[in-house]
């Protein structure tokens, strides 16, 4: 399964590592998960999470950051001008997930469009930790 991470599930991931968007950035980690990713998101990552204001060590987001490049799959998204965006700085991470038929994850929901490819962190732990760590029925 494909997954691409919006920016603020890294951020959040960083912040505590016993969260469900660490979890979910484990899980892409060791495979679980495939992330797919282009240049512009690796850009925003980068920018993003050595921000002096996130107080993150530069070992802790180059460690990621290697993590993420060495395990996922790097693209190149086609273009897809015809969305709506309200900020327009979220389309290259909705262009990747639909290029690579994967699920958005991020933490606001009203950035994207409504897809069904797009969802909360709880929402995709909900779907893809929960239901599986539950019993199953006979």
């Not at 679980?32 to 282009?38: G, H, N, P, T, V």
Request: glycine share 2%; with cysteine; net charge neutral.
């Amino acid at each position: 399964m494909f997954v691409v991470l919006d920016t603020n599930v890294l951020v959040s991931a960083l912040w505590s590592s016993q969260s469900k968007p660490a979890a979910i950035v484990s899980a892409s980690i060791t495979g679980r998960f495939k992330l797919c990713y282009d240049y512009r998101l690796l850009e925003e990552y980068t920018a993003v999470l050595h921000r002096s204001k996130f107080g993150f060590k530069n070992w802790q987001t180059n460690w990621l950051l290697d993590y993420l490049t060495s395990t996922g799959i790097s693209v190149i998204a086609d273009p897809l001008p015809d969305v709506p965006f309200i900020d327009e700085s979220d389309r290259k991470f909705y262009e990747a997930a639909k290029f690579c038929n994967a699920s958005l994850i991020t933490g606001n929901m009203k950035h994207y469009p409504e897809d069904s490819c797009v969802m909360t962190v709880a929402d995709f732990f909900s779907r893809y930790f929960e239901a599986s760590n539950s019993p199953r029925r006979q």
